[in-house]
């Protein structure tokens, strides 16, 4: 799957657009709309983006469950050799908490983390565009984008690049 971002100038555009991504096969859990003004979207149907698509939480755990668990077993080994070797069970039991905690706060940290492309558009976003984020199988790609360059030359056609992600922001899931 390829995430595709439609910068539209306005609701008639957008609306057109998830017509036309639903017309190709596109179903509404494959699309969402982020914008200032989206009411009117939702009414025809078309899917508001949520945190799950317009920040980082759902990578977030994915980072942050490992490194809790690894700190928790390290916590886990010193208490280990403070209290005496009795307590066997501290440093798996140390492992799960530093995971659970590790998810908890990653998971924290990822909702305040703005996926990229939002964080990108966020001006225009401000001035009344939408944004429509569109999950398209790779294979489709070209054709989804030759389509809407062909009926909407206005609108700007982005994706998460290599360069995306090697930048410390979110990227939506």
Do not use: C
Request: glycine fraction near 10%.
């Amino acid at each position: 799957m390829q995430r595709l971002y439609f910068l539209a100038p306005n609701a008639d555009t957008t609306s057109d657009i998830a017509d036309e991504l639903n017309q190709m096969g596109l179903t509404q859990d494959e699309l969402h709309v982020v914008g200032r003004n989206w009411k009117p979207l939702e009414r025809e149907g078309v899917p508001v983006a949520t945190v799950r698509e317009t920040t980082d939480v759902m990578n977030a755990p994915k980072r942050g469950v490992p490194v809790g668990a690894g700190l928790g077993a390290v916590l886990g080994v010193v208490v280990h050799y403070v209290l005496g070797p009795s307590l066997v069970v501290i440093v798996p039991a140390m492992a799960v908490f530093g995971g659970l905690f590790g998810l908890w706060t990653s998971t924290m940290i990822g909702v305040s983390v703005k996926d990229v492309k939002v964080s990108k558009y966020k001006r225009e976003l401000n001035r009344g565009s939408l944004l429509m984020i569109a999950d398209v199988p790779s294979e489709r790609e070209e054709t989804v984008k030759e389509m809407v360059r062909r009926h909407h030359p206005e609108v700007v056609i982005d994706k998460i690049t290599a360069r995306d992600e090697a930048r410390p922001v979110g990227k939506g899931h």
